[in-house]
């Protein structure tokens, strides 16, 4: 039985157009038609490949500790629609979704252009999550994009600065199949005279960068020289790190989450310097909201039947390479004896030729199963005999393909030994389906 939510998603999913089409006209004159909402807003615009959504809950997390009325705005959500917008860090009710689909669902029939070519999805969602944003009155909105940056619905707004998280390789069919055409489309979004920043990971796409702001006329900031995480200790529980002269804790776990949290530090410092409004952002609002961080499905730790389960949305190569860093970082601590199994699963679009051999590199089982039940989803089958090809020259039938992940998991869990880990990653849609079960 569906409940509010799912129900609202059922519906936005039929009225809205079909797939993914980029370009801003639409999201645009549906914006107008209800008034414009993110004319309204202060927005704190994050793009990138990898870290995105940990950089942006840090930074809402700091500012509400600040005392400030925050927005978040994020994609996809794991369980629920409802997890895509917080307010001062709760979910809002879904009539007050239901209540701002109506209003955007009614000026898309009202306007002849807008019902012969409906917003897609993501755009409906976009404008009605932006209305509710303006109708919360609040002081800034941290809004993550979808992807891309040129033409993905998030760029209409008038963001107050854009952040730029690390790029690496996806979404290929979109943007292009270089790290440079990648980049260059990210980078499209930076707005003339608007503080942008980039979390160099050095080569072509830094150039690009610098390149971008220059054109646009934008101040120019990379977030390594302003400060890099030292001292990093990783728990199951949560990362410590030195960030300049202060000591901080975050709740999530890994190597990567310390330089995001950093970075998320970094912008906000930056910006209580160069822009008004963020005169709240002190050393008291930095430490408190780095350790209330809440942003579920990245190496989050559960227990299940007694066995450790780590949760992880590492769904390309450069997100399973931090995974990879961070598992055999607190194995050589002793933070975790030892992997017992990985649970797997990635969407068909995903380039999983890296993340394979990395996988058969810890010589333990490997449960391939779906991400979800779409046509979009990588047969387990098919991966399975992808994993056992790769390993045969150290173990044969290392993969065991299951249809159901909650099946693979328990598989999984029953075959792991005492004190060892569980890991779950390739898909978020998996870490989704796996929370719910």
């Known amino acids: 039985m569906m409940n509010d939510f799912d129900k609202l998603s059922d519906d936005i999913e039929k009225f809205s157009g079909r797939g993914i089409r980029l370009g801003l006209a ?90 012969a070519s409906r917003p897609t999805f993501f755009e409906s969602l976009t404008a009605l999550c932006f209305l509710m944003m303006q109708e919360a009155e609040v002081d800034i909105a941290v809004v993550e994009a979808g992807l891309g940056g040129r033409y993905d619905a998030t760029s209409a707004c008038r963001p107050a600065a854009v952040v730029v998280t690390p790029i690496g390789m996806d979404h290929m069919e979109y943007l292009g ?58 728990s199951l529980g949560g990362t410590s790190f030195d960030y300049m002269d202060l000591r901080v804790f975050t709740p999530l776990a890994g190597i990567h989450q310390a330089y995001n949290a950093a970075n998320a530090v970094s912008v906000l410092r930056t910006l209580r310097e160069i822009s008004g409004g963020f005169e709240r952002i002190d050393d008291f609002a930095i430490k408190n909201g780095l350790a209330n961080v809440n942003w579920p499905g990245r190496m989050e730790a559960r227990n299940i039947d007694g066995r450790v389960v780590i949760l992880d949305g590492a769904h390309n190569a450069h997100g399973f390479r931090a995974l990879e860093s961070s598992l055999r970082l607190m194995m050589r601590e002793g933070v975790i004896k030892k992997i017992g199994a990985f649970v797997f699963a990635v969407m068909k679009d995903k380039d999983i030729t890296e993340i394979i051999p990395r996988i058969v590199s810890f010589g333990v089982p490997v449960y391939c199963t779906e991400a979800a039940r779409t046509e979009r989803a990588a047969s387990c089958y098919e991966l399975a005999d992808k994993i056992n090809g790769e390993a045969a020259a150290q173990m044969p039938r290392r993969a065991f393909p299951y249809e159901n992940a909650a099946r693979a998991l328990n598989a999984a869990v029953e075959a792991s030994g005492e004190g060892e880990v569980v890991v779950c990653c390739g898909s978020l849609y998996l870490v989704g389906n796996l929370k719910r079960f």
């Open 177 to 234: 199949n270089t790290l440079e055409s990648i980049a260059a489309e990210k980078f499209a979004a930076i707005r003339r005279g608007v503080p942008a920043f980039y979390a160099a990971n050095g080569g072509a796409p830094a150039e690009l960068f610098k390149r971008a702001c220059s054109e646009a006329g934008s101040p120019r900031f990379e977030l390594s020289r302003i400060a890099e995480p030292r001292n990093i200790v990783c």
């Open 26 to 115: 639409r999201i645009s004159r549906l914006l107008s038609r209800i008034g414009s909402p993110e004319k309204n807003l202060r927005v704190i615009h994050v793009l990138g490949t990898n870290g995105k959504g940990s950089t942006a809950a840090s930074m809402e997390s700091i500012c509400l500790a600040a005392g400030m009325r925050t927005a978040l705005y994020t994609s996809p959500h794991l369980v629920s629609l409802q997890e895509r917008l917080r307010i001062s860090g709760s979910y809002l009710p879904a009539a007050a979704w239901r209540g701002a689909w109506e209003r955007a669902a009614g000026a898309v029939m009202e306007d002849e252009e807008l019902n």
